[in-house]
T-cell receptor, first 116, second 120 residues
Framework: AQSVAQPEDQVNVAEGNPLTVKCTYSVSGNPYLFWYVQYPNRGLQFLLKYITGDNLVKGSYGFEAEFNKSQTSFHLKKPSALVSDSALYFCAVRPDRGSTLGRLYFGRGTQLTVWP | KAGVTQTPRYLIKTRGQQVTLSCSPISGHRSVSWYQQTPGQGLQFLFEYFSETQRNKGNFPGRFSGRQFSNSRSEMNVSTLELGDSALYLC???????????????????FGSGTRLTVV
């Protein structure tokens, strides 16, 4: 079965400090991994994706994520957090085979709060 | 280019009524997927349409249905509304359905801002 785990409901970090939002996954075949961000009463905004290639993926707004196949993880990182980064972050996986290959499986989300 | 457009943004309905939500994908995108977001269940897949055909369906009761038109616009319908149907309904568009090959142009989804449905 496909699943995504975001072990932390909340992450708090001071502005200017590095941030990490964790994600682990379970999927049949090769994973296609995504990070999305959601602001209040808005849809999901795409941040970055891993399809294949380099394990370190760079995305929008200075975010990056590292794919680790052995640990089945895809943690989101940013070297220096901004107050405006405060939002709800979702990790998602898309299987590359099977009857469910067309859908995204989402984690429960991690609320990131960056303190000034 | 214009993004994914969902209408209406907000809806209030009474239990037992039915509702229709609309999604217009990005121009040139032929795949539309629908997701339900609630605080308790998180983001759950409803269904995916491509070329007017339902390609994939999530674990929702038959009260939830959808369709796609020849211009790729999609609607979802919920009949006999229940309080538990209150949610943010998100639509996502993609260039095409994923295939088992490595057509990477099909791997991305763009989401709309959603329709907030409240059932009272």
């Amino acid at each position: 079965a496909q699943s995504v785990a975001q072990p932390e409901d909340q992450v708090n970090v001071a502005e200017g400090n590095p941030l990490t939002v964790k994600c682990t996954y379970s999927v049949s075949g090769n994973p296609y991994l995504f990070w999305y961000v959601q602001y209040p009463n808005r849809g999901l905004q795409f941040l970055l994706k891993y399809i294949t290639g380099d394990n370190l993926v760079k995305g929008s707004y200075g975010f990056e994520a590292e794919f680790n196949k052995s640990q089945t993880s895809f943690h989101l990182k940013k070297p220096s957090a901004l107050v405006s980064d405060s939002a709800l972050y979702f990790c998602a996986v898309r299987p590359d085979r099977g009857s469910t290959l067309g859908r995204l499986y989402f984690g429960r989300g991690t609320q990131l709060t960056v303190w000034p | 280019k214009a993004g994914v457009t969902q209408t209406p943004r907000y809806l209030i309905k009474t239990r037992g009524q039915q509702v229709t939500l609309s999604c217009s994908p990005i121009s040139g995108h032929r795949s539309v997927s629908w997701y339900q977001q609630t605080p308790g269940q998180g983001l759950q897949f409803l269904f995916e349409y491509f070329s007017e055909t339902q390609r994939n369906k999530g674990n929702f009761p038959g009260r939830f249905s959808g369709r796609q038109f020849s211009n790729s616009r999609s609607e979802m319908n919920v009949s006999t509304l229940e309080l538990g149907d209150s949610a943010l309904y998100l639509c996502a568009s993609s260039r095409g359905i994923f295939n088992a090959g490595h057509d990477r142009s099909n791997y991305g989804y763009t989401f709309g801002s959603g329709t907030r449905l409240t059932v009272v």
